[in-house]
């Protein structure tokens, strides 16, 4: 379901974590050797082989003791049978298409350090019991890790369908996790939805960046938002800048998804910030479609949705979907781009990025060294693409050459 990259075992190699829909994550552990397969060997990262429906996993430091740890969110039951054509366990779908709280764990594993030679490579410990069954059991699509008081502590962002997306305060020390659901306020104009955490909408994805350019991250979530398509909404949760409000348990976030023009779009998955032009201001990507084909099966999808959530877990009441059906399946990547009214605007079609795709991840870097950032798109049933960024007339890039110096070490004695 996707790869995850970095150092897990501090030797300066980058190793790789890959995520799967039916076992347990597995680290692929970078050995000093010419780049094949044989230079990476496999480690286990769970105790215990399990059948997990892994959707999201991300790398954060935690608890504050400079090493980083893995946090996974699952989507269908730990230890459903769902890919087993010939099970006989009865399998469930979500228990509500707005307030869904049985769907696969949350996982976080902190990093451990090597007790003997013979340890592994790369060694986690998980911590378990720290959220509540409806935080631990939301159908996890995308997790986001970012540190939105400046306490040098991550928060935690969770992305569920089928309901409300939770955002985590980290109040850890080192070795010892701690996390507080955060809640935004309604006001009498707020739409439950609209709240931060009371929301109903099918949560895909979760990216920050400071749209308001006060100093503060604030908060992009993809949802279904097609007009006559469970039009939901995305979200841009903006900053209030009232971060001591985090300690009480408020989230200081509005919604402002619609006068931003980030609200509507399409089926939305991966989304991206970024700075493309190199002037400071943040541009935003989207990958969206769900299925492509010439008979439209939406009636049969709300009809189901309005339905009594007494009937949604029953895999007998969806519809059997063919190939030929069709669920936003022509619509495009949105490339939104910001002007001098502060609303974004989608110019995919004036940069050529117009093109019907059926997508489901966004990634950027600079691959080819040049100072600002590219993309790739992963498509699903279809060839997956690469952008190289060769915009003109661009700001100049920031580059670093970083240095490390190792600090001298007081005497064993």
Same mark, same amino acid.
């Not at 009480?248 to 939305?268: F, I, N």
């Given at each position: 379901?996707?790869?995850?990259?970095?150092?897990?075992?501090?030797?300066?190699?980058?190793?790789?974590?890959?995520?799967?829909?039916?076992?347990?994550?597995?680290?692929?552990?970078?050995?000093?050797?010419?780049?094949?397969?044989?230079?990476?060997?496999?480690?286990?990262?769970?105790?215990?082989?399990? +059948?997990?429906?892994?959707?999201?996993?991300?790398? =954060? $430091? *935690? @608890? &504050? %003791?400079?090493?980083?740890? #893995?946090? !996974?969110? /699952?989507?269908?039951?730990?230890?459903?049978?769902?890919?087993?054509?010939?099970?006989?366990?009865?399998?469930?779908?979500?228990?509500?298409?707005?307030?869904?709280?049985?769907?696969?764990?949350?996982?976080?594993?902190?990093?451990?350090?090597?007790?003997?030679?013979?340890?592994?490579?790369?060694?986690?410990?998980?911590?378990?019991?720290?959220?509540?069954?409806?935080?631990? +059991?939301?159908?996890?699509?995308?997790?986001?890790? =970012? $540190? *939105? @008081? &400046? %306490?040098?502590?991550?928060? #935690?962002? !969770?992305? /569920?369908?089928?309901?409300?997306?939770?955002?985590?305060?980290?109040?850890?020390?080192?070795?010892?996790?701690?996390?507080?659901?955060?809640?935004?306020?309604?006001?009498?104009?707020?739409?439950?939805?609209?709240?931060?955490?009371?929301?109903?909408?099918?949560?895909?994805?979760?990216?920050?960046?400071?749209?308001?350019?006060?100093?503060?991250?604030?908060?992009?979530?993809?949802?279904?938002?097609?007009?006559?398509?469970?039009?939901?909404?995305?979200?841009?949760?903006?900053?209030?800048?009232?971060?001591?409000?985090?300690?009480?348990?408020?989230?200081?976030?509005?919604?402002?998804?619609?006068?931003?023009?980030?609200?509507?779009?399409?089926?939305?998955?991966?989304?991206?910030?970024?700075?493309?032009?190199?002037?400071?201001?943040?541009?935003?990507?989207?990958?969206?479609?769900?299925?492509?084909?010439?008979?439209?099966?939406?009636?049969?999808?709300?009809?189901?949705?309005?339905?009594?959530?007494?009937?949604?877990?029953?895999?007998?009441?969806?519809?059997?979907?063919?190939?030929?059906?069709?669920?936003?399946?022509?619509?495009?990547?949105?490339?939104?781009?910001?002007?001098?009214?502060?609303?974004?605007?989608?110019?995919?079609?004036?940069?050529?990025?117009?093109?019907?795709?059926?997508?489901?991840?966004?990634?950027?870097?600079?691959?080819?060294?040049?100072?600002?950032?590219?993309?790739?798109?992963?498509?699903?049933?279809?060839?997956?693409?690469?952008?190289?960024?060769?915009?003109?007339?661009?700001?100049?890039?920031?580059?670093?050459?970083?240095?490390?110096?190792?600090?001298?070490?007081?005497?064993?004695?």
């Amino acid at each position: 379901m996707g790869c995850l990259p970095g150092d897990i075992n501090e030797d300066g190699l980058l190793d790789i974590v890959v995520y799967y829909w039916g076992r347990t994550p597995v680290a692929f552990i970078r050995k000093a050797a010419p780049l094949s397969a044989d230079a990476f060997s496999a480690v286990e990262i769970a105790p215990k082989f399990e +059948r997990w429906f892994t959707n999201a996993a991300t790398f =954060a $430091d *935690l @608890d &504050g %003791d400079t090493h980083a740890d #893995l946090i !996974f969110g /699952n989507y269908f039951a730990d230890g459903a049978d769902i890919l087993n054509p010939n099970s006989t366990e009865p399998q469930h779908m979500q228990d509500s298409m707005s307030r869904a709280y049985n769907g696969g764990e949350k996982h976080i594993f902190l990093w451990q350090p090597a007790i003997n030679a013979d340890a592994p490579p790369a060694h986690f410990q998980e911590v378990q019991g720290l959220f509540d069954e409806q935080i631990n +059991r939301g159908w996890a699509l995308g997790i986001g890790a =970012a $540190d *939105l @008081d &400046g %306490d040098a502590l991550p928060e #935690l962002y !969770f992305a /569920n369908d089928f309901g409300p997306d939770r955002l985590m305060h980290n109040r850890s020390t080192p070795g010892k996790l701690s996390f507080a659901r955060l809640d935004g306020v309604k006001t009498f104009t707020t739409p439950n939805s609209k709240v931060l955490g009371r929301d109903s909408y099918k949560g895909m994805s979760v990216d920050f960046g400071d749209i308001n350019e006060d100093g503060l991250l604030d908060i992009f979530v993809s949802n279904i938002a097609e007009e006559y398509a469970l039009e939901e909404s995305h979200f841009a949760y903006v900053s209030t800048g009232e971060t001591e409000k985090m300690k009480t348990g408020v989230a200081p976030y509005r919604d402002e998804s619609e006068s931003l023009g980030l609200s509507r779009s399409g089926w939305g998955w991966e989304t991206r910030f970024g700075d493309f032009d190199n002037d400071g201001t943040l541009e935003a990507l989207q990958a969206t479609g769900f299925i492509r084909g010439e008979k439209n099966r939406w009636p049969e999808l709300h009809e189901l949705a309005m339905g009594n959530d007494f009937m949604v877990h029953l895999p007998a009441a969806w519809a059997n979907y063919q190939p030929g059906d069709e669920m936003s399946g022509h619509g495009h990547n949105p490339f939104y781009v910001r002007a001098a009214d502060g609303r974004f605007y989608d110019l995919a079609a004036s940069l050529g990025l117009g093109d019907t795709q059926i997508s489901r991840g966004i990634t950027t870097a600079d691959v080819d060294g040049d100072g600002d950032l590219d993309f790739a798109v992963a498509n699903q049933w279809e060839p997956s693409y690469f952008f190289r960024n060769d915009s003109t007339n661009q700001h100049a890039s920031l580059s670093l050459a970083v240095r490390w110096s190792e600090p001298p070490r007081p005497n064993a004695a």
